[in-house]
Each structure stands twice: as C-alpha cells, then as structure tokens.
Nanobody, 126 residues
Framework: QVQLVESGGGLVQAGDSLRLSCAAS????????MGWFRQAPGKERDFVAA????????AYADSVKGRFTISRDNAKKTVYLQMNNLKPEDTAVFYC???????????????????WGQGTQVTVSS
C-alpha cells in the first residue's frame, strides 16, 4: 500500500508560480513511477506530467510543456511539480498518483496508476 499526500496548492495570479509536493509513505518509493493529473470542474481528470522511478525520464502534456517541471527526491519520498507562468486555464484540483507495475516508465493513462492522493486545489486568477 502507498499513501500519497499533496500540498502546495493555492490561489495565485496569472503569470505566478507554484510548487506542488506529494509525499509518499508505505512501500518503497523508488520502485514507483509517479504522475500528476488535474481535474477542472465538470471535466475529466487529465494527465499533466509523469516521472520514471529513477527520475531519468519525464513526460508532459502539451498544454504544460515548457512551463511545468516534474521532479522527485527518492530519499525524501517526495515528487514535485514546479508550475511557472500559470494561466487561468490551469485552475483545477491537482492529484498525485503512483504506478507500481513499472510496465511503462512514464504512464499518461490514469487507469495505469494504482494509488492516488486526495488532491490540492490550484486557482489562477486573471
């Protein structure tokens, strides 16, 4: 079992930055691929970014490429999402997820993830 707790969300203005954190507990963190997803009201939960268990491979949604950076610290059992140049359309609940089967290094499909955090709200005003 893996427990995930996100933090770092908040209300910011367009152009600002935020860094989300996701702290994991339970099984070995370094054996997990990690991802960030987001869900706006009335919409599907969409892929944002993913990082392989080693941190060497990352993947991003086109909408955030060049603005967001995913990283991880296996010693701290934490994955981060640095979000720069935030836009109103980034407003959503952001979720951290863990994939333990490692078939795909950086899964984009939310159904491949085994564990989810409770989410943290990010609101970007124009």
């Amino acid at each position: 079992q893996v427990q995930l707790v996100e933090s770092g969300g908040g209300l910011v203005q367009a152009g600002d930055s935020l860094r989300l954190s996701c702290a994991a507990s339970g099984r070995t963190f370094s054996g997990l691929a990690m991802g960030w997803f987001r869900q706006a009201p009335g919409k599907e939960r969409d892929f944002v970014a993913a990082i392989s268990w080693s941190g060497r491979t990352t993947a991003y949604a086109d909408s955030v490429k060049g603005r967001f950076t995913i990283s991880r610290d296996n010693a701290k059992k934490t994955v981060y999402l640095q979000m720069n140049n935030l836009k109103p359309e980034d407003t959503a609940v952001f979720y951290c997820a863990a994939d333990e089967d490692l078939i795909t290094a950086t899964p984009r499909d939310k159904f491949k993830y085994d564990y989810w955090g409770q989410g943290t709200q990010v609101t970007v005003s124009s």
